[in-house]
C-alpha cells in the first residue's frame, strides 16, 4: 500500500489523502510508488506538493476472554468482525496506536457479551503503539474464550496468525 499525501503550498497542511495496494494485495515497490508520485505530481495543479510513501504493516494478533448468555461462534464471529473493521485502514488512522480500552468497549457494545474479562493485543494488556506514522496494523487473529453463566466455556479462533501449519 502507498499512501500519498497531497499538501497545500510549502504549508504542511493536507488537502487530499489516498491511499491505494496492488492487485495482489502487496505493497508496491520503491519503483512503483516512485512513478506514481511522478505521475501525481503531473497531473496537480500549481503550487501543490506530493509526497509517496509506502505503508508498513504491523501484524495485529487479539485474544479475549468474555462472559456470555450462551456458547455460540456466532458471538465470536460478531466480535471477530467488529474488531475487524476497527482496526481496517480505512477506519484506524495511520500511526495511531491499538488501545485496549478502546477495544474492550467496542466488545463489550456487542449485543449478548456481558463482560469483556481479559484482552491482550500481541499477548500484553497495554495499547500496542505503531513503529511510525506510516504503519497500520493488519490483524491476522482474533482468539475468543467465551464463558458461559454455567462456568463452560468454548474457544473460537479467526484469521490465520495461530500455529505452525508446518
Not at 500500500?1 to 502487496?26: K, L, N, Q, W
Request: with cysteine; hydrophobic share 35%; glycine share 8%.
Amino acid at each position: 500500500m502507498c499512501f500519498y499525501s497531497f499538501t497545500v503550498s510549502d504549508r504542511a497542511i493536507p488537502a487530499e489523502t489516498v491511499a491505494g495496494r496492488s492487485r495482489s494485495r502487496t505493497a508496491p515497490s520503491t519503483e512503483t510508488c516512485i512513478n506514481i508520485q511522478g505521475e501525481l505530481r503531473r497531473l496537480s495543479f500549481a503550487g501543490s506538493s506530493v509526497w509517496v510513501s509506502p505503508v508498513a504493516f504491523s501484524p495485529v494478533d487479539i485474544e479475549l476472554v468474555v462472559n456470555v448468555p450462551q456458547l455460540s461462534q456466532g458471538y465470536s464471529d460478531k466480535i471477530a468482525g467488529a474488531i475487524a473493521s476497527l482496526l481496517s485502514p480505512t477506519q484506524h488512522a495511520l500511526g495511531s496506536s491499538i488501545r485496549v480500552k478502546e477495544l474492550e468497549y467496542l466488545v463489550r457494545s456487542l449485543q449478548g457479551v456481558t463482560e469483556v474479562v481479559t484482552l491482550l493485543v500481541n499477548n500484553q494488556a497495554v495499547n500496542l503503539a505503531m513503529p511510525n506514522k506510516y504503519t497500520t496494523p493488519k490483524l491476522e487473529g482474533v482468539t475468543v474464550v467465551q464463558v458461559d453463566p454455567q462456568g463452560r466455556s468454548a474457544t473460537y479462533h479467526t484469521g490465520t496468525g495461530f500455529g505452525n501449519p508446518d
